[in-house]
């Protein structure tokens, strides 16, 4: 199946800082891809859905300027969280889109997710 | 809007016997469903998925489940279960026409007892 990667796996930041959180579709070229929130013994929370070449869209409650997003090519979407702060300390997981498919059949092959801990 | 629930966060079942993980949804139209499995530490695994073909879906590792429009359920059932089966279970929704965003439940944790 479709491979998608997240780098790093594991990030410590200081409070006030910026963190990027790369997601790479490895064997395909994703036009879409999503990024989405975990919160511990919690489900993923959709956070924006980043499409190449345009801009993110955002779900309702999620700021836009605190989580940058950027899909400047066909393989790769960064999440950049900006000043960040312990509140955004979280399990952050993107997902590709298979290309060719569409209408909600798609099928989401996830990355295996970035844990943030803001100190 | 379309929204998903899991009974039960936490399920044991002892190795060899049955597995059977609930998931109940709600959507004004007619939905996609899916099952997905997250080991620790990964990402998400798709295990199956509903496409309005067969009510009946079958999917990866002996798992499969059953679509009832009447019960609005999509429940994941393994006649046997191995140890390997020990994970975290997401039951997901979306909607038919091309609306690509999945809403998940919030997942089962499935312990497998030796």
């Known amino acids: 199946g479709a491979v998608v990667s997240q780098h790093p796996s594991r990030v410590i930041c200081k409070s006030g800082t910026s963190v990027k959180i790369e997601c790479r579709s490895l064997?395909?070229?994703?036009?879409?891809m999503f990024w989405y929130r975990q919160f511990p013994k919690q489900s993923l929370m959709l956070m924006a859905t980043?499409?190449?070449?345009?801009?993110?869209?955002?779900e309702q409650g999620v700021e836009k300027d605190k989580f940058l997003i950027n899909h400047a090519s066909l393989t790769l979407s960064t999440l950049t969280v900006t000043s960040a702060h312990p509140e955004d300390s979280s399990f952050y997981i993107c997902?590709?889109?298979?290309?060719?498919?569409?209408?909600?059949?798609?099928?989401?092959?996830f990355g295996p997710g970035t844990r943030l801990l803001v100190l | 809007a379309q929204s998903v629930t899991q009974l039960g966060s936490h399920v044991s079942v002892s190795e060899g016997a049955l597995v059977l993980l609930r998931c109940n949804y709600s959507?004004?139209?007619?939905?996609?469903l899916f099952w997905y499995v997250q080991y620790p530490n990964q990402g998400l695994q798709l295990l199956l998925k509903?496409?309005?073909?067969?009510?009946l879906v079958k999917g990866i590792n002996g798992f499969e489940a059953e679509f009832k429009k009447s019960e609005t359920s999509f429940h994941l059932t393994k006649p046997s279960a191995h140890m390997s089966d020990a994970a975290e279970y997401f039951c997901?929704?979306?909607?038919?026409?091309?609306?690509?965003?999945?809403?998940f439940g919030t997942g089962t944790r499935l312990t497998i007892i030796p």
């Open positions: 980043s499409n190449e070449g345009s801009k993110a869209t955002y």
């Open positions: 509903y496409t309005s073909a067969a009510t």
């Open positions: 997902s590709a889109r298979v290309p060719g498919t569409s209408g909600g059949m798609e099928t989401q092959y």
């Open positions: 959507s004004s139209v007619p939905p996609y």
């Open positions: 997901a929704v979306s909607l038919l026409f091309g609306n690509e965003k999945l809403t």
């Open positions: 064997d395909f070229q994703a036009t879409t």
